[in-house]
């Protein structure tokens, strides 16, 4: 997959340890708490640290969204190899400010067809607690249905998957 996309209104770069005040920002929003989890990233320097370790792995891809005219961080995508999961995972998280605007759709969208795309065979799954129903009816609009439900460090999840 490449590092860089641009569609018609955003910029989708790798996530840096310049957007540690961005990244501070978005997982103290309380849909990320509430729907993703707390990550203990108390300041600035802890989203740094954070980051890091992110950026360390090579299973994890975060990709901050940005838009196109201004540059300025709206969300990011996600595609992580999980344990638990056969395949990858694609995941999205944005500001409360830019939440139904359509971003999340263009970018996710923009990430899951280059993935299929660039290996044909591969399935896609994302995940998502059952009463995170925007996340849900985003998942439809993709193209991914309900697989099945999982019990994950005591936590029901809902498994999404392309297509066959």
């Known amino acids: ?10 910029h989708l770069q790798p996530m840096s ?17 509430k729907y993703i989890g707390n990550r203990n990233v108390t ?6 640290s954070y980051i890091r370790k992110i950026l ?10 940005r838009s196109k005219n201004e540059q300025t961080p709206m969300g990011i995508i996600t595609f992580i ?14 500001l409360p400010l830019y939440s139904g605007k359509g971003y999340a759709y263009e970018a996710a969208k ?12 591969l399935r896609v799954l994302a995940t998502t607690v059952p009463d995170n129903t925007r996340s849900i009816q985003l998942l439809w609009q993709l193209g991914l249905r309900l697989e099945e439900e999982i019990l994950h460090e005591g936590e029901k999840l809902l498994v999404y998957a392309t297509p066959a």
């Open 17 to 33: 340890v310049a957007d540690a005040a961005f990244i501070y920002a978005l997982v103290n929003t309380e849909g990320w708490i």
């Open 110 to 121: 923009t990430i899951l067809d280059e993935a299929i795309t660039a290996d044909g065979n």
């Open 1 to 10: 997959m490449k590092n860089t996309y641009v569609t018609a209104r955003l």
């Open 56 to 65: 360390n792995n090579s299973n994890v891809t975060y990709w901050v969204v």
């Open 43 to 48: 300041s600035v320097e802890d989203a740094d």
């Open 81 to 94: 190899k999980r344990e638990y999961l056969s395949y990858p995972d694609i995941g999205f998280a944005f």
